[in-house]
Nanobody, 120 residues
C-alpha cells in the first residue's frame, strides 16, 4: 500500500514563494503520476499540476502556468511543487495524490493536505 506525506505549506506574502514536498512511501507501480490538487473554502477541488513518471511530462493548470514548477527526485521518492509569485487566490489546502497517469481521474492515494495561505 502506498502512503503519501505532504509538507511545506505555510503563510507567505503575495509575491513570495513556497515549496511543497510529497514523499511517497511503500509500493508504487513502475509508471505512475503524481498530481498536486488544491481546494479553497467553498470552491471545487482543482488539479494544479501533475507529472508522469514514465517520461517526466507535466501538466499545469492555466491559473498557475509560469509560476509553479513540478519536479521529482526519484532517488528519494519525493516530488515537489515550487510555487513562485504567489497570489492571494492561491490560498488553499494543497494535496498530493498518486494516479496511473496525469490524464486520469483515478487518483486513489492521497496525502493529508498542507495549508497554503497567501496574504496581501
Amino acid at each position: 500500500e502506498v502512503q503519501l506525506v505532504g509538507s511545506g505549506g505555510g503563510l507567505v506574502q503575495a509575491g513570495g514563494s513556497l515549496r511543497l514536498s510529497c514523499a511517497v512511501l511503500g509500493f508504487t507501480w513502475d509508471d505512475y503520476a503524481i498530481g498536486w490538487f488544491r481546494q479553497a473554502p467553498g470552491k471545487e477541488r482543482e488539479k494544479v499540476s501533475c507529472i508522469n513518471s514514465s517520461d517526466g511530462s507535466t501538466y499545469y493548470a492555466d491559473t498557475v502556468k509560469g509560476r509553479f514548477t513540478i519536479s521529482s527526485d526519484n532517488a528519494k521518492n519525493t516530488h515537489y511543487l515550487q510555487m513562485n509569485s504567489l497570489k492571494p487566490e492561491d490560498t488553499a489546502v494543497y494535496y498530493c495524490a498518486e494516479g496511473p497517469w496525469c490524464g486520469s481521474s483515478q487518483f486513489d492515494s492521497w496525502g493529508q493536505g498542507t495549508q497554503v495561505t497567501v496574504s496581501l
